[in-house]
């Protein structure tokens, strides 16, 4: 702990300037694919976690993307009209509806994540295995808020 020391204001400041510009990058790779469809970050982020979590219901996405549901319905119409996710009702809940990514979405997400891949890959593979176990912690640590 007394190594931590040294995190004074200006390191702090530092460190969340890095992932403000580690975000920005990432998710500028995709934006070529998704100005196609003419998606943005909101229709990304949606589409990771149907990916990442297939049969996600309505109410567990809103809770993961911390948004209401009025600000979902909009990116969710765009991206059913778009064939990119289907709705499908829950067998033991018919109230409940599961989004899946359909053939055209899992199709595109690959294309978007292909994007991603690279710069994420290189930057991991170019660091020590120590130091990519540290930063997973560090980012957990971070969006759990500990």
Known sequence: ?????????????DCIQLLFYAY????????EVLSKKFFGPAHLRSL???ERYP????????????????????????????KMIKQIKDE????KKNLFL????????EAVYNSQRKR????LKNSSSDSVIKFKEVLKKIIDGK
């Open 120 to 123: 994420i890959f290189n930057a």
């Open 48 to 50: 990771n976690l149907i």
């Open 1 to 13: 702990m007394k190594d931590l020391l040294y995190l004074k204001d200006e390191q702090i400041k």
């Open 102 to 109: 359909d053939k055209e979405g899992k199709i595109f997400f």
């Open 24 to 31: 920005r990058e990432t998710f500028a790779d995709p934006k």
């Open 92 to 95: 033991s809940d018919t109230r």
């Open 55 to 82: 049969g996600i219901s309505l109410g567990e996405l809103i809770f993961k993307l911390k948004v209401t549901k009025q600000s979902l319905n909009r990116v969710l119409r765009d991206l059913i009209k778009s």
